[in-house]
């Protein structure tokens, strides 16, 4: 890479943007029903019977699972990792109507919904019990104007 093509700041190189996430399951035919029936991506590749790759966008995978087994403990709610991914599935609260509706009829119960006034957002869990947020953005203008709000959470009503 060409020093006029790098993205160094004055302290060095940065991250460009995330690029995937790997979740580890324990069932993974589960766990691709849950990502590829509930939630819509795409099933890209697999790699042998232990992994699956997905995909939402024009990158080549967004979402990896890596089954690990029946056995596997659950992870403590106080422990360090993952605490939740975050799907955008919309641009208005229709759109999260709708996926209240596609969620009860799948049998997935909604834990939670909260406006972040940046976002507004419904709370699932995977087969797993890996917490998913599914969102709407509000107006950019919002944290854009301010940063500090993305720093709110308040009651949403559907």
Do not use: C
């Not at 589960?30 to 099933?43: A, H, N, T």
């Not at 080549?60 to 403590?76: E, F, K, N, S, T």
């Not at 957002?121 to 969102?135: T, V, W």
Request: proline letters at 4%; aromatic letters at 8%; glycine letters at 10%.
């Amino acid at each position: 890479m060409s020093e006029s093509s790098s993205t160094e700041t004055g302290t060095g190189l940065k991250a460009l943007k995330l690029g995937h996430a790997v979740l580890r399951v324990r069932d993974l035919e589960r766990s691709i029903r849950f990502y590829r029936d509930v939630l819509g991506m795409r099933e890209v590749a697999r790699y042998g019977g232990m992994m699956a790759f997905f995909s939402m966008t024009e990158n080549h995978h967004d979402l990896g699972l890596m089954q690990v087994g029946a056995q596997a403990p659950a992870a403590h709610p106080s422990s360090v990792g993952l605490y939740h991914l975050a799907f955008k599935v919309g641009d208005n609260l229709d759109t999260l109507r709708a996926w209240v509706a596609k969620l009860e009829a799948t049998g997935v119960p909604v834990l939670g919904a909260s406006d972040h006034r940046v976002s507004q957002s419904l709370y699932i869990r995977d087969p797993d019990g890996i917490e998913i947020e599914l969102y709407v953005d509000a107006d950019p203008a919002i944290w854009k104007d301010n940063p500090g709000a993305v720093a709110h959470v308040g009651p949403l009503y559907l």
